[in-house]
């Protein structure tokens, strides 16, 4: 799958919509680089890992998605997305912690000490990325490492919606850095993870929200938007 990735050629022969400007400028113009026809889908996350991925990606675009957005009702580990970010950003764990609302300093503390536990554990996994996703028990992250892989070999753009996302997409990325050209995140968040994914990966930061949940709600925003505006 890796070798059927292409590096990116934008389709420059479009018309932005006249209403478009600023970050839904960017949206919009990331979207018709990639597409015409919009269609997007909305994948579930299932067990199968890697395999049931890029099943599920093939599937939808034989079926016509010429975009896609992913959900899942499981809950990766925060501490599990953060470590993978951490490493494969080369960041500290308090560089990829998030005090979210309701959570106390000692809670914050225990989840950066945690973070640092996993990361210096698997800290030569770096050199084997792939290895990572075991880090995460219910497959989501396997799943979606496939599964982004496939869209980009299948030329479909992506719109990641959470931490768990960008973890599993910073792992496709070291597997082939031509595969992140076909995605872009959601929404930009105050959670440092999340900044510290996408830099690492250029893509579009998303839509100007500062969005800090992770249910993929920047993600569902933006298709809506470019339903809208395409």
Known sequence: MLDRIESFIPNTDFTLPTQATGALERLCSWWLERGSELR?????????????GVSHVDSAVN???????????????????????????RKDAWQVTHQGTGLRDQQVMEQV???????????????????????????????????????SARKTPVILGSTCELAAALIAHRL???????????????????????????????????????????????????????
């Open 176 to 230: 082939s850095m031509k595969a992140s050209a076909w995605w872009c995140n959601g929404a930009t968040s105050p959670d440092r993870a999340v900044g510290q994914a996408v830099e690492r990966m250029g893509i579009e930061p998303g839509l100007p929200l500062n969005l800090s949940d992770d249910h993929g709600v920047g993600a569902r925003i933006s298709v809506e938007i470019l339903t809208s505006f395409i």
């Open 113 to 151: 000490a945690a973070t640092v536990d996993l990361m210096r554990a698997h800290r030569e996994k770096r050199a084997e990325p792939r290895e990572l996703a075991d880090l995460d028990s219910t497959g989501s992250i396997d799943f979606l490492v496939g599964a982004f892989l496939c869209a």
């Open 63 to 89: 079926a016509g998605a010429t975009l896609l957005t992913f959900t899942s009702d499981t809950l990766v580990e925060s501490v599990t997305t953060r470590a993978i970010i951490g490493l494969l950003t």
């Open 40 to 52: 997007p889908h909305q994948i579930e996350l299932t067990s199968g890992g890697c395999k049931a």
